[in-house]
């Protein structure tokens, strides 16, 4: 079992800068994928960003792309989400997952656990 807490949400100015960290249980956190995803009031839960952990390669949705970046320290069993240039539809409550066999990359069904969510907020 993985155990994910995410911290680093609050309210925040649009152009404004956020850095979201998940810290995750377990001695084997190296060998997960780690994902980011968000999830506004009404809509579906979607990717924003994602961490392999072969290769170290990252994938970031269109959205985000230029200017969120997602990073891991292995040593901290801790996943990061940098957000920089935020906008008012980057509102959300935002997710950190995780799975060790990642087949879907980019919906939440390809994932095992989950954090319990931390809210982010950009006033325009």
């Known amino acids: 079992q993985v155990q994910l807490i995410e911290s680093g949400g609050g309210l925040v100015q649009a152009g404004g800068s956020l850095r979201l960290s998940c810290v995750a249980s377990?001695?084997?956190?190296?060998?997960?994928?780690m994902g980011w995803f968000r999830q506004a009031p009404g809509k579906e839960r979607e990717f924003v960003a994602l961490?392999?952990?072969?290769?170290?390669?990252?994938i970031y949705a269109d959205s985000v792309k230029d200017r969120f970046t997602i990073s891991r320290d292995n040593a901290k069993n801790t996943v990061y989400l940098q957000m920089d240039s935020l906008k008012s539809e980057d509102t959300a409550v935002y997710y950190c997952a995780a799975s060790r066999l990642l087949t879907v990359e980019q919906r939440p069904n390809g994932y095992n656990y989950w954090g319990q969510g931390t809210q982010v907020t950009v006033s325009s």
């Open positions: 961490s392999k952990w072969i290769g170290a390669r990252t």
């Open positions: 377990g001695r084997t956190f190296s060998t997960y994928d």
